[in-house]
């Protein structure tokens, strides 16, 4: 079982930068793909970026080049720096984690293990 905590949600105006956190428990991380997915109100869950165990990631379009997911597996924590915000990134925003191939999938529904999510809330 892998228990994951997000935090670092909060209120900021468009152009702020804000970061947050995903600690893991249970299990070390190196042995997950784990991800960021968001979902405002009344829309579905989206996926954001993802990290493997070599490093690579991999970003929705409508954040490349504002967002970076990395990760400290010492500290079994994944982060998501997010710059530039919009008013549109207004979302409660989920890590996950994935077992299995080690390969990055962007659907909410390939992912095993989810934390409780934070709340990003982005004004104009």
């Known amino acids: 079982q892998v228990q994951l905590v997000e935090s670092g949600g909060g209120l900021v105006q468009a152009g702020d930068s804000l970061r947050l956190s995903c600690v893991a428990s249970?299990?070390?991380?190196?042995?997950?793909?784990t991800a960021w997915f968001r979902q405002a109100r009344g829309k579905p869950r989206e996926f954001v970026g993802a990290?493997?165990?070599?490093?690579?990631?991999q970003y929705a379009d409508s954040v490349k080049g504002r967002f970076t997911v990395s990760r400290v597996i010492a500290d079994n924590t994944m982060y998501l720096q997010m710059d530039s915000l919009k008013p549109e990134d207004t979302a409660v925003y989920y890590c996950?984690?994935?077992?299995?191939?080690?390969?990055?999938?962007?659907?909410?529904?390939?992912?095993?293990?989810w934390g409780q999510g934070t709340q990003v809330t982005v004004s104009s």
């Open positions: 249970g299990r070390t991380l190196s042995g997950f793909v």
């Open positions: 996950a984690a994935r077992t299995g191939p080690l390969t990055i999938v962007t659907h909410h529904g390939e992912y095993d293990y």
């Open positions: 990290i493997n165990w070599s490093g690579t990631t």
